[in-house]
């Protein structure tokens, strides 16, 4: 398990970019409480999804809206069309865990993930 | 003849106004949108009317368009409407829903707080600070239920200006708390195009002497405007309604619901407090006007003029339509009046201006402010 950010770092119905990674990593604290994981970056173009909008368990790409579920990875509408990794997240002592996917990221054109 | 007479100081009754180009170049309109506009508290718009979070509207406030918007967390927030990459005007829609102000131009994307969120290969520009390259932030204070904006970079105390004048005219800003103007709610409101200077519709707001010529039906329920002097040649004390008259209505008769914290000399009267540059507020026994002024040119004001009551009366549905008639008219005829004015403001008969009768006599303090402003 990879050892994120802490708790206290997140805002919840927020997302934040974790770069020591890669690739970066966007973990979110939903409404409802729930933590999870999800590549950083938009599989259509170089976009942080840390920075959009997070709602009924799915957040929308600030830069053209595609929407990705945060437990399964698919985008749902927009101009994206493969999925982002969902990375298997808890919360242990106030701290943000993961286990990082081991499948291959799908990136946008021009992304490399090293 | 006449012209050289008046250049001798006449015996008290006439004071000058402003020469006719204060009302008609653009040069003067020019430093009001700097030096006034770009520098007091502007009241720009009602806080219901961004209900919800991402909810926005733009307003011109001097030379700029602000973006007025709702964060996540139900707090105000208020932008230069101007990308900072290219300049393209970020928000193209006069009001609307967003989760995110986006340019239409490169898609350089700032969330609803200001900030640059995201661009196209804004993660391979690591040094690009977000909140520098952020939406060009405006001051904002709320206030009465209305949102107020500075673009001063260090605006003036609210206190001082906005509450000052309320101050000025009521006595004491306490005295204001019985009408309970944030806690109103929208019951109508109209927006006027007039073809007219801001000044001119002040000046126009701050006098009666010309109510009973223009104003029949307002003269109807105050019968002392008869005699000229506005409700704002005094302080701490509201015109009385008539005898007879049973409401602050087109007719004359009952109004809807009593606001309920008047106190004895509050009731069956009307209070009117200009709070400079652009906000008139007319308080009643049943309900409040207010109105915001946007001044668009040197010889053009949008003006909108909002009725505010009880929010059961709203919400009842209750029927205002012969309160908001009464205003309503006399704003329709206090704006002709200034209609007509404004073509002759570039007369040779008003070049050193026209006269102010002692009954306007305190419109004066409002011209030095103006001349003060400009330097």
């Given at each position: 398990m ?7 770092d997140?805002?919840?119905g ?5 770069d020591?990674?890669?690739?970066p ?6 409404e ?5 994981a999800?590549?950083?970056t938009?599989?259509h173009q170089d976009?942080?999804l840390?920075e959009?909008w ?6 929308e ?6 929407r ?6 698919v985008?749902?509408g927009?101009p994206a069309?493969g999925a982002v990794r969902?990375?298997?997240?808890e919360?242990?002592?106030g701290?943000?865990?993961v286990?990082?996917s081991t499948?291959?990221?799908?990136l946008p054109?021009g992304?490399?993930?090293? | ?5 008046l250049?001798e100081p006449?015996p ?5 106004t402003l020469g006719g ?6 040069d003067?309109f ?22 919800a979070?991402?909810?926005?509207r733009l ?5 700029e ?6 964060n996540?967390r139900g707090e105000?927030?208020?932008?230069l409407?101007?990308?900072?990459h290219r300049g393209?005007r970020?928000?193209?829609?006069p009001a609307g ?5 986006q340019c239409?131009y490169h ?5 609803l707080?200001g900030k640059l ?11 690009v ?8 932030g ?6 009465m239920g209305?949102v107020w904006?500075?673009l ?8 001082g200006?906005v509450l000052?004048?309320l101050?000025t005219?009521?006595?004491e800003?306490?005295?204001f ?6 806690d109103l ?7 006027y195009?007039?073809?007219?200077n801001?000044?001119l519709?002040i000046e ?5 002497y010309h109510?009973?010529?223009?104003h ?5 329920v105050?019968?002392e ?5 506005a ?7 509201g ?6 008259v049973?409401?602050f209505?087109?007719?004359g008769?009952?109004?809807v619901?009593?606001?309920p ?7 069956r ?6 709070i400079?540059?652009t906000?008139f507020?007319?308080?009643v026994?049943?309900?409040?006007v ?13 003006v909108e003029?909002d009725?505010?009551?009880l929010p059961e009366?709203?919400e009842a549905g209750t029927?205002v339509?012969?309160?908001?008639e009464?205003f ?15 073509p002759?403001?570039s ?8 006269s102010?009768?002692p009954?306007?006599h305190?419109?004066?303090?409002f011209?030095a ?5 400009l330097?």
């Amino acid at each position: 398990m990879h050892r994120l950010c802490s708790l206290s770092d997140l805002t919840p119905g927020e997302g934040l970019r974790v770069d020591s990674v890669a690739p970066p990593v966007a973990v979110f604290l939903a409404e409802d409480g729930t933590v999870h994981a999800i590549d950083d970056t938009c599989t259509h173009q170089d976009a942080s999804l840390a920075e959009g909008w997070l709602e009924d368990g799915a957040v929308e790409c600030p830069l053209h809206e595609s929407r990705f579920c945060l437990r399964s990875g698919v985008p749902d509408g927009g101009p994206a069309r493969g999925a982002v990794r969902v990375h298997r997240a808890e919360v242990v002592d106030g701290e943000v865990l993961v286990e990082l996917s081991t499948a291959a990221p799908c990136l946008p054109p021009g992304v490399v993930s090293a | 003849m006449i012209i050289e007479q008046l250049e001798e100081p006449l015996p008290g009754s006439i004071l000058p106004t402003l020469g006719g180009s204060w009302y008609t170049d653009p040069d003067v309109f020019a430093l009001e949108q700097e030096r006034i506009f770009s520098t007091q508290w502007m009241c720009v718009l009602r806080g219901d009317d961004l209900p919800a979070a991402g909810d926005y509207r733009l307003v011109q406030v001097g030379r700029e368009q602000v973006v007025v918007s709702r964060n996540r967390r139900g707090e105000i927030r208020a932008f230069l409407n101007v990308c900072r990459h290219r300049g393209m005007r970020v928000c193209t829609e006069p009001a609307g829903t967003a989760r995110k102000f986006q340019c239409g131009y490169h898609a350089w994307t700032y969330d609803l707080d200001g900030k640059l969120v995201a661009a196209p290969n804004l993660t391979k520009m690591p040094d690009v600070d977000r909140d520098a390259y952020g939406l060009r932030g405006v001051a904002v204070q709320e206030w009465m239920g209305y949102v107020w904006v500075c673009l001063a970079p260090e605006p003036p105390s609210f206190t001082g200006t906005v509450l000052g004048d309320l101050v000025t005219r009521l006595g004491e800003a306490e005295t204001f708390d019985a009408w309970q103007v944030a806690d109103l709610r929208l019951g109508k409101r109209i927006a006027y195009d007039v073809h007219a200077n801001w000044k001119l519709i002040i000046e126009n707001f701050m006098e009666c002497y010309h109510c009973a010529t223009i104003h029949p039906e307002l003269t109807e329920v105050i019968p002392e405007f008869a005699d000229g002097w506005a409700a704002q040649t005094y302080v701490g004390r509201g015109a009385e309604f008539g005898d007879g008259v049973e409401g602050f209505t087109v007719d004359g008769s009952a109004g809807v619901t009593p606001l309920p914290l008047l106190t004895a000399d509050q009731e069956r009267r009307y209070f009117a407090v200009t709070i400079k540059p652009t906000v008139f507020v007319n308080m009643v026994p049943d309900h409040v006007v207010v109105h915001r002024m946007f001044p668009t040119a040197v010889d053009r004001t949008y003006v909108e003029c909002d009725w505010l009551f009880l929010p059961e009366v709203v919400e009842a549905g209750t029927d205002v339509s012969r309160s908001v008639e009464l205003f309503d008219r006399v704003n329709r005829q206090d704006f002709e009046a200034c209609e007509r004015t404004q073509p002759a403001m570039s007369s040779v008969a008003y070049a050193d201006g026209g006269s102010l009768v002692p009954a306007e006599h305190h419109i004066e303090a409002f011209h030095a402010w103006v001349r003060e402003q400009l330097g």
